[in-house]
């Protein structure tokens, strides 16, 4: 089964092609067997003469972009965009969540919507449909709303995944905070899954993990890719028997967004490092996943500087405090392992009722997934995606922003000027606020 | 991609612009090295063919034929557009393009505006529409003109409002020359104030250059350049003063200032021509540095000034761009930013700088510069990798800081010394259109806008309280 892939603004084109370049890489090794075969299937169609060519419509106001991505994945001699899978208009959305949702979005919703369809009909079975955007500018996070609209509206049963991508919490653009706070109020009710890379956060892997001096936007991207592709490969639930899962997103979405008041998933892998010296490390799986278990609880992204004295709370102090004792509760968590020996990896350790919410059991609450196959030139992987508190205080400061520049009703004509007033300002806090109150109460 | 037009108003507008489109030349000569009209040329520039009977409007992708100015040259006497028609540049403007008469505005923003502004509003709002109809995607107008004279500022501001009429969702971009408090010009407070009132309505951004502060640049530059040091020599094509390279041969007296005007355009055109890795389009200057309707003056700052000819020198250079940035001896007009309270900032990198050296400064710049309580991070960010003439990088700073109303303030007391004396008045009032209560309401319009400045300045330095949450009920 196939995913769709939309690409949506700067970000979202800036992202894609990183994502489809690590997956390409995967679906040349497995050239005979049928791990190279299910990606092939799930992310590229074959032309005649065997070319792969992304399942994907890129998207953007503006033509720069796309046509550096188109040019640059034409390059690689691996896989390529389709000739007439593209959109771009000449003016991009100025940073105007308004501007994309309420003109660019209605204008341009037949052309995008009539891409989409070619693409999903290439499918033999569609598995859904993935969003990729950003949330800071006007692009990817209006238009991308309004695309992700269509798609719920137009694939009514067809599982939405939308990935998206938080900008640094020092400014990338001043009117990032509104932009994000409409993006997610409005997403909340259409996506099944919104699984979020934090700019800031993957910054830090590129400069403390991976040594990288300069760090450039190609730098982060890459990252983001690698830690998306590794949950969007092909792998074998446990009840599988040895038949790559079918039904990537809707697995996904049934085993983390349980509620439809808990969508915010965040992801996290390990190990990372630089390229130089991936010949001289070597994994264990015992260490990897005592790692993630404590960058889960204690909310840490990286290997570095995780916090071992975070423990999970004993039976009798379930009070759910966003402050108390830095302990990131989950709702659920998707374990993925890939790699050498992944069948002896002892995962007991995610599954302790004391990481999760007591109204949900911890075998509903835990699921994982192995791939025998390495992933990435790693020799062992191994990710976590979970719904849990992690994005609780990025969000909340995110909010918190956006409130104070509203209370002062700066920027606001801007938006007014398009069609979206005060009154969908405060809808969309209000949302956003329950969102928070839900994550935060979680015990 | 998209278009831009450049209208050029006045004596000092008509001369800015020619610079500017001597510089814009030279930019894409630099980059484009194989002749074709490509996307970023066609944001400027027609590709004309005029051996073609249609008037022969070449597209994207062929090679240059001849290149027409996306521009429309306005001035009440003859002379400079004369001039410009006459030198090297003459094949870029075609008489569609130009509008002139013979007498002059006499230094009275009333002939200007009302007498000109109705005798030629036919014909201007012709030119510009066929300007525009060149035009596949229209983003933008820039306007340049003076704020001291008669036709800048008079007809200037008249065109400024003929372009929100007809074209009102076109963005509208003015670099405004105000005069200094030595202008020889007697009457150009009343000029002035009487064009901030229409600046203050119909512009979208307007950024304010002082005569003062470019006449200090140069003499900084021109100082630097006769020190005999061998390691401070400049790269003579680099200096931001500098036209060398360009087509004009000689340089005339107000060129050197003219060309950083000119330079200021063009690196706020840069991100939305050329490629880079965080693109920045101009209708997200608007968006991004406008927080409510009427403040919308941006204090521009350039640097860096020069390069060394010695590329051997190492460079600290790119940490020092960032900081000169904010000193106000790079600003182009005079108010100092750090007495004042940021309400919003956009650096624009050119170059070869990655994001992480851009975060890397706004992180060791952000605790020196006092942001408004609503607004602490606001900074807007463009790379693009294209670098100016002459340079690796550059930096250009655009900052929405309340000090810019020590510069009205100022304009203000002038204005009110001739005001209150009745001085001049006369020739204002003779000229049919005009009344007495339009310089109340132009002094009004002023007074309320650095009484808003003023009112968001008052918060600095307090600790203002977050504005509560909303409370979910449980």
């Known amino acids: 089964m196939s995913i769709v892939t939309v690409q949506l603004g700067q970000c979202g084109n800036q992202v894609g092609p990183e ?7 995967d679906a040349l090794q497995g050239e005979k067997n049928a791990f190279g075969a299910a990606v092939r299937e799930r992310f590229f169609h074959q032309t005649s003469r065997g070319e792969l060519v992304a399942r994907a419509v890129l998207v953007d106001m503006e033509p720069k972009v796309i046509n550096h991505s188109v040019s640059r994945a034409a390059k690689s001699g691996v896989w390529r965009y389709g000739d007439a899978s593209r959109f771009s208009e000449k003016q991009g959305s100025g940073n105007n969540w308004a501007n994309g949702y309420c003109v660019h979005g209605p204008r341009h919703r037949d052309v995008v919507e009539e891409l989409v369809r070619r693409e999903v009909e290439r499918c033999d079975r569609l598995a859904g449909l993935m969003a990729v955007m950003s949330v800071a500018g006007g692009t990817g996070s209006g238009v991308g709303t309004y695309v992700t609209q269509c798609l719920r509206d137009t694939y009514p049963r067809s599982f939405i995944l939308n990935h998206l991508t938080w900008p640094y919490g020092t400014g990338e653009v001043i009117v990032q905070n509104y932009n994000s706070v409409l993006t997610l109020a409005h997403l909340y009710q259409l996506s099944d899954a919104i699984l979020v890379h934090e700019n800031d956060t993957v910054h830090r892997i590129c400069s403390r993990l991976l040594n990288i001096q300069h760090i450039s936007f190609a730098d982060v991207n890459r990252v983001i890719a690698h830690q998306l592709a590794s949950v969007l490969q092909p792998a074998l639930a446990a009840d599988s028997r040895g038949v790559y899962g079918r039904n990537p997103l809707g697995e996904l979405a049934g085993a983390l967004s349980c509620h439809p008041e808990y969508k915010l998933l965040s992801v996290c892998t390990t190990p990372q490092v630089p390229s130089s010296s991936m010949a001289y490390s070597t994994f264990s799986w015992p260490s990897l996943l005592k790692h993630l278990r404590q960058m889960l609880i204690s909310n840490t992204k990286m290997e570095e500087g995780i916090d071992w004295q975070v423990r999970p709370p004993a039976g009798s102090e379930r009070t759910g405090s966003l402050l108390r004792s830095g302990f990131n509760r989950s709702l659920a968590n998707l374990l993925i392992l890939r790699g050498k020996d992944v069948y002896s990896a002892e995962t007991g350790g995610f599954e302790e009722p004391a990481l999760y919410t007591s109204w949900l059991p911890s075998e509903e609450a835990f699921s994982s ?27 909340d400061d995110m909010v918190g922003k956006a409130w104070n520049m509203f209370a002062s009703r700066a920027y606001l004509h801007q938006y007014m000027t398009f069609g979206i007033s005060e009154e969908d300002f405060l809808d969309s806090f209000t949302s956003i606020e329950q969102v928070i109150s839900s994550y935060s109460q979680l015990h | 991609m998209t278009q831009s037009i450049v209208v050029h108003v006045g004596q000092c507008g008509n001369q800015i612009g020619c610079r500017f489109w001597d510089l814009a030349l030279r930019e894409h000569a630099h980059v484009n090295k194989e002749g074709l009209y490509d996307e970023a040329l066609g944001s400027f520039f027609r590709n004309v063919d005029s051996r073609e009977i249609n008037g022969g409007a070449c597209a994207v992708g062929g090679r240059i034929q001849q290149l027409k100015a996306r521009a429309v040259l306005v001035d009440m006497e003859e002379g400079v557009v004369n001039k410009i028609l006459q030198g090297p540049l003459r094949e870029m403007f075609d008489s569609t393009q130009l509008l002139t008469d013979v007498s002059g505005s006499g230094n009275n923003w009333a002939v200007g505006h009302m007498t000109y502004g109705s005798v030629y509003r036919e014909q201007i709002v012709d030119k510009l529409r066929k300007a525009a109809e060149h035009c596949d995607c229209l983003q933008c107008f820039f306007l340049i003109h003076s704020m001291g004279g008669g036709t800048g500022s008079g007809l200037g501001t008249k065109v400024l409002s003929l372009l929100n009429e007809e074209f009102p969702d076109v963005c509208r971009i003015v670099s405004s020359i105000y005069p200094s408090a030595e202008d020889d010009v007697v009457t150009s407070p009343y000029n002035s104030v009487l064009a901030m009132m229409e600046l203050t309505e119909h512009a979208h951004c307007v950024m304010p250059v002082e005569n003062q502060s470019l006449v200090e640049i140069v003499n900084k530059i021109k100082q630097m ?12 094509d680099s200096a931001v003063i500098s036209g060398q390279g360009g087509l004009s041969g000689t340089e005339k007296p107000f060129d050197a200032m003219n060309n950083i005007v000119a330079n200021l355009l063009l690196n706020i055109t840069s991100s939305a021509r050329f490629d880079g890795s965080l693109n920045m389009d101009l209708n997200e200057i608007a968006m991004n540095l406008v927080p409510f309707p009427r403040l919308h003056y941006l204090l521009p700052s350039l640097t860096p000034l020069y390069t060394l000819a010695d590329v051997s020198v190492p460079t600290r250079r790119l940490d020092q761009m960032f900081s000169d940035a904010f000193s106000k001896d790079h600003q182009l007009i005079r108010a100092n930013p750090k007495r004042g309270l940021y309400l919003a900032c956009a650096l624009m990198v050119r170059g070869n700088v990655q994001m992480s050296d851009l975060r890397r400064n706004i992180e060791r710049l952000k605790p020196s510069l006092p942001f408004v309580s609503w607004n602490q991070e606001g900074w807007k960010t463009g790379l693009c990798s294209v670098p100016p003439v002459g340079h690796s990088h550059s930096l250009l700073a655009l900052a929405n800081n309340t000090c810019v109303m020590s ?6 007391e002038r204005f009110t010394k001739l005001y209150r004396k009745k001085a001049h008045l006369h020739h204002y009032l003779h000229v049919e259109g005009m009344e007495q209560s339009l310089f109340s309401e132009a002094v009004g319009s002023l007074s309320s806008l650095i009484e808003e400045y003023h009112l968001l300045d ?7 309280p977050d504005a509560p949450r909303l409370c979910i009920a449980r």
């Open chain 1, 19 to 25: 994502l489809f370049d690590v997956i390409s890489r």
């Open chain 1, 369 to 395: 997934w192995k791939s025998p196959v390495p992933f990435n030139k790693y020799e062992k992987c191994a990710t976590l995606v979970s719904n849990s508190q992690a994005l609780l205080r990025p969000l």
């Open chain 2, 225 to 236: 350049s006769h020190t005999r040091r061998p390691e401070s020599v400049i790269r003579g």
């Open chain 2, 407 to 412: 510069t009205f303030m100022e304009l203000r």
């Open chain 2, 458 to 464: 008052a918060t600095k330095g307090k600790l203002m």
